[in-house]
């Protein structure tokens, strides 16, 4: 018996399709469209979640692919960051996204930090796109009326 050399041409059409996918710019390597194909599920279901993975794994084009999915449902979608440099990386890969690149976005960063070359919405939670630094979310925890913002901004989500 002949075994299938190609594993493409073993999965059914609708996966091959995903093992496809552009993201911006970029083509996505077959193991990143296949954790893209899982978050795109998850955001379908009204799910939320996180990717981890290892550095230089291609979580940037991940997080521009989910941006992609939620603006097309019309839905919100928050990426957190563990440092403002990422998040600059991660804005960078957006906007080779058009529909990414065309929604409203916010981000949740010091004051002092630029963001991409022109002026940037700070500290609201009513775009589609929400960037954030993990610190910046947790000095905001102890204000009520944030806790509040950012319940309204994940029902914006629910199926």
């Keep these: ?11 059914p059409q609708i996966y091959v399709a995903e093992l496809n996918r552009r993201i911006g ?8 469209a296949r954790i893209g194909a899982s978050v795109r599920k998850a955001i379908r279901r009204g799910r939320s979640g996180a990717v981890l ?6 979580k940037s084009l991940l997080a ?3 941006a992609e999915d939620v603006v097309g449902l019309g ?6 960051h563990p440092d403002v440099s990422l ?3 991660n804005y960078a890969q957006f906007q080779t996204v058009p529909a990414v690149r065309n929604a409203q976005t916010t981000f949740y ?14 500290n609201a939670l009513d775009a589609n796109v929400f960037a954030a630094t993990n610190m910046s979310l947790v000095n905001k925890l102890d204000r009520e ?13 629910d199926p």
């Excluded at 710019?25 to 990143?32: G, N, S």
């Excluded at 993975?53 to 291609?58: D, T, V, Y």
């Excluded at 960063?109 to 700070?122: F, L, M, N």
């Excluded at 009326?145 to 989500?157: D, H, P």
């Design 109 to 122: 960063v010091a004051k002092i930090e630029s963001i991409g070359d022109g002026p940037v919405q700070r």
């Design 64 to 66: 521009a692919g989910a």
């Design 87 to 89: 998040l600059r990386q």
């Design 145 to 157: 009326e944030f806790l509040q913002a950012l319940e309204r901004f994940g029902k914006r989500g």
């Design 25 to 32: 710019d970029k083509q996505a390597e077959p193991f990143q």
């Design 1 to 11: 018996m002949r075994t299938n050399s190609n594993p493409a041409e073993a999965l």
């Design 53 to 58: 993975a290892p550095i230089g794994s291609g």
């Design 75 to 80: 839905k919100p979608i928050l990426v957190l």
